[in-house]
């Protein structure tokens, strides 16, 4: 829920916002509220911020330039690791926060939620969920064996998703597994013999601030198991565009060939 700061801007007239990742960007500009974002992290591309002024990369904010631009709430998520010491900065510069920390698909929903009540958007926010949840029913894939999945975060070392990511509870939803959900954390470094171990039956390549995606490097290791390369956007932030990581993902587990 929004403080009496948040409520007293409201009440002013429209809210002052400012989004220092990209999940919560794009939150906010499903719920409608874009032209809303006052300041936002470099990072950010959700349609609707070309009036907003960039603080910088999401671990490096500019929090002299974040006060300037007179934010009524700024929002922040600890799902971007380091991100904790960006939103002290900004909590001691005396900023209202909102600042959310979704580990799965149901605390991503979850996260729409509070943001939409922050931003006085309950209705839009309720039906952006509602909308999300019907869609990725449609697209469970039930198959005799589920196939498991591995999401690679970085090839060098390899980072990839583990138990408690969002990904696991996605992939559950497709009728999938995540080849590394019997690993603690959110993520974690592995060698090419845990990733061999892990029994994958596909491999996605969804590499976090990388400008080009490579499958070939991963299919250049010699694992012999199918790579699809998917965009970061889809799979790496927990917020609505998750549904374009899952389509894409029904697309991959369709082309599987299990035995």
Do not use: Y
């Amino acid at each position: 829920m929004p403080d009496a700061h948040a409520l007293n801007a409201t009440l002013r007239g429209v809210l002052r916002l400012a989004s220092l990742t990209s999940s919560n960007s794009d939150i906010l500009a499903a719920l409608g509220a874009a032209h809303q974002i006052v300041a936002a992290d470099s990072h950010s591309d959700a349609p609707g911020l070309e009036g907003a002024l960039r603080l910088g990369p999401d671990l490096n904010i500019d929090v002299a330039a974040l006060r300037e631009a007179r934010p009524d709430l700024v929002l922040a998520s600890l799902s971007v690791p380091g991100m904790e010491k960006v939103v002290q900065a900004v909590q001691d510069a005396g900023l209202n926060t909102l600042v959310l920390d979704p580990v799965t698909v149901e605390g991503t929903l979850d996260d729409i939620r509070k943001i939409a009540r922050a931003t006085g958007l309950e209705a839009r926010g309720e039906a952006l969920i509602q909308d999300f949840r019907a869609e990725l029913a449609r697209l469970r894939r039930d198959v005799p064996r589920p196939p498991r999945v591995l999401v690679e975060w970085w090839p060098r070392p390899i980072i990839a998703a583990t138990r408690e990511s969002w990904v696991t509870e996605l992939l559950a939803a497709l009728g999938a597994r995540n080849a590394l959900e019997d690993l603690e954390g959110r993520s974690r470094p592995l060698t090419l013999e845990q990733v061999r171990a892990a029994r994958p039956d596909l491999i996605v390549c969804s590499w976090c601030g990388a400008k080009k995606l490579r499958p070939e490097v991963i299919e250049a290791r010699g694992l012999g198991v199918p790579v699809v390369a998917i965009a970061e956007s889809g799979l790496g932030r927990p917020g609505p565009r998750l549904l374009e990581g899952a389509r894409a993902l029904r697309v991959a587990l369709d082309g599987l060939s299990l035995a």
